[in-house]
T-cell receptor, first 115, second 115 residues
Framework: SAVISQKPSRDICQRGTSLTIQCQVDSQVTMMFWYRQQPGQSLTLIATANQGSEATYESGFVIDKFPISRPNLTFSTLTVSNMSPEDSSIYLC????????????FGPGTRLTVL | AQSVAQPEDQVNVAEGNPLTVKCTYSVSGNPYLFWYVQYPNRGLQFLLKYITGDNLVKGSYGFEAEFNKSQTSFHLKKPSALVSDSALYFCAVRDYGGATNKLIFGTGTLLAVQP
C-alpha cells in the first residue's frame, strides 16, 4: 500500500485564476493518476502522470487546461488553469504499482470551488 | 470498451441485516474488478478485488464480493450491516485499452444503514 497526501485539501478560487494541487507519496511508485469527481458524480480519469515525460491525457482533457508535472517517483502536481465554475470538483491523486492488475491507492482529494 | 454499471443510486438497509450493492461489468477479456468505498469528505479506500481464482472474494471491514461470470456481475455483500458502513461505494474495472492499470468507475451507490 501507499500513504498519499494532497495539498491543499480545499480551496475557493476566482474564475480566470489557476490552482496547483500537489500529490506526495510515502514511497516510490510506478504510476500516478489524476481524477476528477464532479459534484454527485463518479470519478473520471484526467491523465496519467509519467515520470520524466509528458503526461498522457484522456479524451476531453488537454495539457493547456490541466498541465501536470512529475519530477520524481514520489511527487506530482496538477494545475487547473484559467478556472471557471465548471471546474468546481474534487480532484484526486492515485498511485499504482507495476507487476499485475493491482489496485490503486487514492489520496484524500482536493475540493475546489470556483466562484 | 470496458465498463461497469451500478444500477442502484441508493441502497437502504437496517442495521444488522445483510446488504448487497450491485455491479455488472462488460469487458473484452478477463475481468479485473475492484470495489472502493468513499466516506464523506474523504478519498477512496480500496475494499477488495477479483483477479482470478475463487469467485467469492473477501475484503476489508467484513465485506465480500461474488464474481459471477455467466451473469457478468460482481456484487458487494456483507452479512450484517453497520451504521458506520454508510458511505458511497464504487465498482471499477481495469481498462485494457489505455494506460496500464487505468480504472473505469461505475456511477456509485450510496449505502444508507439505518439504526
Amino acid at each position: 500500500s501507499a500513504v498519499i497526501s494532497q495539498k491543499p485539501s480545499r480551496d475557493i478560487c476566482q474564475r480566470g485564476t489557476s490552482l496547483t494541487i500537489q500529490c506526495q507519496v510515502d514511497s516510490q511508485v510506478t504510476m500516478m493518476f489524476w481524477y476528477r469527481q464532479q459534484p454527485g458524480q463518479s470519478l473520471t480519469l484526467i491523465a496519467t502522470a509519467n515520470q520524466g515525460s509528458e503526461a498522457t491525457y484522456e479524451s476531453g482533457f488537454v495539457i493547456d487546461k490541466f498541465p501536470i508535472s512529475r519530477p520524481n517517483l514520489t511527487f506530482s502536481t496538477l494545475t487547473v488553469s484559467n478556472m471557471s465554475p465548471e471546474d468546481s470538483s474534487i480532484y484526486l491523486c492515485s498511485v499504482g504499482f507495476a507487476g499485475g492488475p493491482n489496485e490503486q491507492f487514492f489520496g484524500p482529494g482536493t475540493r475546489l470551488t470556483v466562484l | 470498451a470496458q465498463s461497469v454499471a451500478q444500477p442502484e443510486d441508493q441502497v437502504n438497509v437496517a442495521e444488522g441485516n445483510p446488504l448487497t450493492v450491485k455491479c455488472t461489468y462488460s469487458v473484452s477479456g478477463n475481468p479485473y474488478l475492484f470495489w472502493y468505498v468513499q466516506y464523506p469528505n474523504r478519498g477512496l479506500q480500496f475494499l477488495l478485488k477479483y483477479i482470478t481464482g475463487d469467485n467469492l472474494v473477501k475484503g476489508s471491514y467484513g465485506f465480500e464480493a461474488e464474481f459471477n461470470k455467466s451473469q457478468t456481475s460482481f456484487h458487494l455483500k456483507k452479512p450484517s450491516a453497520l451504521v458506520s458502513d454508510s458511505a458511497l461505494y464504487f465498482c471499477a474495472v481495469r481498462d485494457y485499452g489505455g494506460a496500464t492499470n487505468k480504472l473505469i468507475f461505475g456511477t456509485g451507490t450510496l449505502l444508507a444503514v439505518q439504526p
